[in-house]
């Protein structure tokens, strides 16, 4: 399996030597790759309405792609990776830029996951469509692809048009590999006809676990690709009891066929970087040798 870490977001900060000392940490540590969120508003709770879900407006999201921009130049192999990038909120043409520009930047270290969000403020803030995000992310992917391929690019979709243009520089990776994230059956057809790989939300390992991943296997092979060469990763909660716990839990996770598996420390009470940084080594002390850190996607 590849071990990789949650960076803090929410609980970090804004310094930069700060948020410069954690990836570093977590690169000498041994952790294969660094996960980060996209939000880019939170909503206010006493807007006409209300709002009652996880994030605020006084909860703090780096611009994953910007960050990753940042840590490109800071790091030497720790792989970088949106869980998840909010893709139809975006538009396609830039998002495929600054995709191409991180991996050319981190020297082909970027892995795209994207996902349809739930955040209706964001889009009605973005300019998009809340109600057409899956059929337009779907769309998104193939054109991605296109373009991190192709110097010269012409497509008339239902959402987007580019007539014999291109982006320049074009990734090193080529295609950058796109994952996906969600529970629901959509989905998992959605990633076995389209992702490189899949990540499932709030579950833990054990029998429900095992026959998602099962199932989400038969899905892509239904679609006459390799499961084999299809990854999955999850999450393991600092939240959640010891490190020993943690390791239990993500060797447990490998147990039901998990490739990748990320150790997040926000919610745990951690109250300074320097705690966050001292629960990821931890972390890897109580996993030891048998973790895979070596890059890849």
Do not use: C
Not at 129 to 154: C, D
Not at 194 to 220: K, T
Not at 223 to 252: C, H, K, L, M, Q
């Amino acid at each position: 399996m590849q071990i990789g870490v949650v960076f803090p977001q929410t609980e970090i900060g804004t310094d930069p030597v700060v948020i410069r000392d954690y990836a570093q940490a977590a690169e000498q540590l041994g952790f294969a790759h660094l996960v980060a969120y996209d939000h880019v508003l939170g909503a206010n709770p006493n807007r006409p309405g209300g709002w009652d879900r996880g994030y605020t407006f006084e909860s703090a999201f780096h611009e994953p792609l910007v960050l990753f921009g940042y840590l490109a130049g800071l790091t030497r192999t720790l792989q970088l990776f949106t869980e998840i990038l909010i893709l139809p909120q975006r538009q396609t043409a830039l998002s495929s830029k600054q995709a191409a520009a991180v991996d050319v930047l981190s020297g082909g270290r970027l892995r795209l996951g994207v996902g349809v969000g739930w955040n209706s403020v964001e889009y009605e803030s973005l300019g998009q469509s809340f109600q057409t995000r899956g059929r337009r992310m779907e769309e998104q992917i193939g054109l991605l692809r296109k373009l991190w391929t192709q110097p010269l690019v012409t497509f008339d979709g239902r959402f987007d048009h580019i007539a014999d243009a291109g982006i320049n520089p074009l990734p090193v990776q080529r295609p950058i590999p796109i994952w996906m994230g969600g529970m629901s059956d959509v989905v998992q057809q959605r990633a076995a006809r389209l992702a490189d790989g899949w990540f499932p939300q709030r579950i833990g390992p054990g029998d429900e676990a095992r026959a998602l991943f099962e199932r989400m296997r038969s899905a892509v092979k239904a679609e006459r690709r390799d499961p084999n060469a299809f990854g999955i990763e999850v999450r393991v909660n600092a939240a959640d009891g010891s490190p020993d716990d943690w390791a239990a839990t993500a060797n447990a996770w490998v147990g039901i066929g998990a490739t990748h598996v990320a150790l997040n420390t926000m919610g745990a009470g951690f109250t300074t970087p320097d705690a966050h940084v001292d629960a990821i080594r931890r972390f890897m002390g109580a996993v030891g040798s048998g973790a895979k850190t070596a890059s890849g996607g």
